[in-house]
């Protein structure tokens, strides 16, 4: 779970930890040298089937979205209303992916 959010994977980690989950990142940030391979999802990735597959900017590639198999549910969070993962969200969020993930963590501490 990862695209647009800048240099913030700690939030992104932090927010997977909180859920339960773990972090995914698409292969931009793999190429760019943010994060491991080991950690994408895609066609030259892992595939992955989570309950739940919350994508923080990920437009949803071709290459992206055959790694996602047996996903229950997917929220897509992006600026752009017509990124291609959406079309497959059971629930889209359009909205800055940084600001969604602070706001999460922050009533996810309150808990």
Not at 6 to 17: D, E, P, Q, R, V
Not at 61 to 88: C, F, M, R, W
Not at 92 to 99: K, N, P, Y
Request: aromatic residues 2%.
């Amino acid at each position: 779970m990862w695209g647009r959010m800048g240099n913030n994977l700690t939030a992104a980690k932090m927010l997977a930890t909180l859920l339960g989950g773990k972090l995914a990142v698409s292969r931009k940030l793999v190429d760019v040298k943010m994060a491991p391979r080991k950690l994408q999802v895609g066609q030259s990735g892992q595939i992955v089937s989570p309950k739940l597959y919350i994508a923080l900017g990920i437009s949803g590639a071709q290459q992206h979205i055959v790694g996602l198999k047996n996903v229950e549910t997917i929220i897509s969070v992006n600026i752009d209303e017509l990124a291609p993962l959406n079309y497959l969200a059971n629930l889209v969020v359009i909205g800055d992916a940084t600001s969604v993930v602070e706001s999460l963590i922050k009533k996810l501490v309150q808990l």
